[in-house]
C-alpha cells in the first residue's frame, strides 16, 4: 500500500491527513495556524504534523508517494512557491524547497480552489470526468479548473481567477479593484449584501424577522429561508442571484466546456432548488445551446474533507 | 524536406497552400466556395486544391505530413467533424474521414480563430510563445487560446467561445442569443454601432463628415479618423471602446495568464494607439496587478496568411 500526504493549509488551522490508494484519509490532525508567526514557524508546524501522523500510522517513508499542499493566495506550481498570499502576508514564499529539505519527500503544491477541484474528480462529484469546473462560493468565488485531468492554472501566475472575470463591468465593487466582478455578485458575501438592501426597501419582509431585526445576523441562508415562508421580497433576491450565478455559470461553459460544473460553499445546502435552475440556465444560455456540449450542473460531495483531499490529489501517480 | 498543408475554409473562398517546415507558404490556390452546395462537392474542391498544388510544385505524397483545415464554425477536433456552421448550413459533416480517404494524409481540423492563434504562435507575434490567446475583432470577437503550444478547445465542443463570455450581462444584445458578451461591445460591428450611435446623438460630430453624411457607410475605421481630427464625440466613443475591450483583456489575462495576448482585426491598423492603453489597462486591472503575471498586448502578424499558417500549423511534428 502507497500513501500520499495531503495538507490543508488554511488561515485558521494546519490540517494534514495521509490519504490511502483508495482515497480514503486514514488518519489526521491539525494546528493552529497562528498567522503572523514567520512561514519557518507554520512550515515547521507543517512538517511537525506530517512526521507525526506517519509515526502514528507506522508507514514508512518509502511508501509516501509525496506531499500535496492546498494554500490560498497566488501559487507558482512550477517552482513550489507561494507567490502572494493575503491571508498569511506572505510574498515568494518557496515553501516546496523548505518542506523538501525537510522532509525528504516530493512537495506539491496549487492554490485550495484548484486543489479542492482536483479533490472531487478524484474522490467526489467529479469522479472519472476528465474536465471539471469547480465553483466556491464563500466570503469570494473561487475557482477550480481541471482538464485533461490536471489541474489548470493559466500560463503564468495568477490564471484560473474565475470569480474575477466580469458580469457586470462597472458594477459592484469587487475586493480585487476592480467593478462587476463575477465574485461580486454571486459570493456569499455578495447575496448577504443584496439581502440586506432589499430588506431596506421592504420594511414589512420576513427577512427582517428572521434576523431578529438586526441586519447584521443576516447570512448566506436567510434570503432562502425567507422565501421558503412564501416571502415576495426574498424570493426576488433568490431570483437574482440565480441569474447572476447562471450566467456566470453560461460563461465558464462557453469558455471550458467541462464534463461537469460543480458547486461549493454553504449556499449549496440549497441542493437541487439551485442547481435545477443553474442546468436550465445554460441549457438556454450556453454558446449554440443543444448543439454544444452542455456540462451537468452538480453539488460538490467533499466537503470537509476537500482539503486534505484535493491537496493529497496533487501527488501524481509513480 | 517536408510540408504541411493548410487549408482555409472561409465563407467566400477555399484557400490551400503548401507550407514548407520554415513555415512559409510557397505555393497557394483559392477557388470561391459558393455555400450552398453539398458539403460533397465543397470537400471535393478542398481534395482537388490540395492534390493540384502538390502536383505543381512536384511534392511526393510521402513528403507531406498532413493537412490541417481552419473552419468556422463548431469544430469537433478529436473525430474530425464539423459539428456545425452556419456560414455553410452544415451539422454534423464528417470531413475528416471524407478528406483521409479520399487524399490518404492524415487530416487536423480546428475552428479558425483557433488556427489563427496558432498559426501567430508558431510564425507570427508570438513565434516560441508556449501560451498565447488572440482576438480577433471582426463582424464578431473570435477568441483563439494556445495552452503549452496547442489549441485549447475546451473539454467537448462549443468552448474557447471567448467572444460569448459576459461583459455586461443583460446589456447589448449579442448575436448568439445573450446579452452583454464581450463580443456585443468589443466586435467592429459593435464599433460601428456606437458610433452611428453617437453620431445621431451629437449631430456637428466630424462623423457625419466622414461619412458624407449617410451612416450606413460608418466603418471600423470612422471613429478613429474623426478622432484625428479632434472630434469630442469621437473620442468618447474611443475611450469607450478601449475601456471595454479592457475589460475583457482583463478577463482573459485572469483566466489564462499567456504569455502574450494577440489582436487581429481591422481595428488593428491603430497599433500603438491601441495597445498602449490597453497593455496600461490589464496593469492597472488585472486580478493582483503587479504581482501577477502581466502579458505583452500585441497586433498580430500574419495578416491573410493566418488561414493557411494557421491551418497547416494543426500538422504536428513526425
Redesign the interface.
Known amino acids: 500500500m502507497k500513501y500520499r500526504v495531503g495538507i490543508d493549509l488554511g488561515g485558521t488551522n494546519i490540517k494534514a491527513g495521509i490519504v490511502n490508494e483508495a482515497y480514503k484519509i486514514i488518519r489526521e490532525a491539525s494546528v493552529p495556524t497562528l498567522t503572523g508567526r514567520s512561514p519557518e514557524a507554520i512550515m515547521d508546524d507543517m512538517a511537525g504534523l506530517v512526521e507525526m501522523l506517519l509515526l502514528d500510522e507506522k508507514i514508512e517513508k518509502e511508501d509516501v508517494l509525496g506531499v500535496g499542499i492546498g494554500s490560498p493566495g ?1 501559487i507558482d506550481a512550477v517552482h513550489k512557491i507561494v ?2 498570499s493575503n491571508n498569511f502576508g506572505w ?1 515568494n514564499v518557496a515553501i516546496g524547497a523548505y518542506l523538501e529539505k525537510k522532509l525528504g519527500f516530493v512537495i506539491h503544491i496549487s492554490n485550495d480552489a484548484n486543489c479542492a477541484a482536483l479533490g472531487e474528480v478524484k474522490a467526489g462529484a467529479a469522479r472519472n470526468a ?2 471539471c469546473v469547480m465553483i466556491t462560493l464563500g466570503t469570494g468565488v473561487g475557482g477550480g479548473v481541471v ?1 485533461n485531468g490536471r489541474i ?11 470569480g ?8 459592484e465593487q469587487c475586493t ?3 467593478k ?1 466582478c463575477f465574485e461580486a455578485y454571486a459570493s456569499a458575501t455578495a447575496l448577504i449584501r443584496d439581502t440586506k438592501r432589499a430588506a431596506m426597501e421592504n420594511e414589512k419582509s420576513m427577512i427582517w424577522r428572521l434576523c431578529g431585526g438586526d441586519l447584521n445576523l443576516v447570512n448566506g441562508k436567510t434570503v432562502f429561508d425567507a422565501m421558503q415562508t412564501g416571502d415576495e421580497t426574498a424570493r426576488k433576491v433568490v431570483k437574482q442571484y440565480l ?2 450565478l447562471g ?2 455559470i ?2 465558464i ?7 461537469k460544473v460543480l458547486l461549493s460553499g454553504g449556499v449549496c445546502n440549497q441542493g437541487k432548488n439551485l442547481t435545477e435552475p443553474l442546468q436550465n440556465y445554460i441549457a438556454q ?5 443543444e ?3 452542455l ?1 451537468e450542473v452538480e453539488i460538490a460531495t467533499l466537503g470537509d474533507l476537500t482539503g486534505i483531499l484535493g491537496a493529497a490529489a496533487l501527488v501524481e501517480e509513480e
Do not use: Q
Not at 474575477?164 to 458594477?171: E, P, Q, R
Not at 461553459?253 to 464534463?259: K, T, Y
Open positions: 497566488m507567490v502572494y510574498e476528465k474536465n482538464v489548470f492554472e493559466g500560463g503564468h501566475a495568477g490564471g484560473a481567477e474565475l474575477h472575470t466580469t458580469l457586470i463591468a462597472g458594477g480585487c479593484g476592480r462587476g441569474h447572476y450566467e456566470g453560461t460563461n461553459v462557453n469558455i471550458f466546456r467541462p464534463d444560455n450556453s454558446f449554440a445551446k448543439k454544444g456540449w456540462p
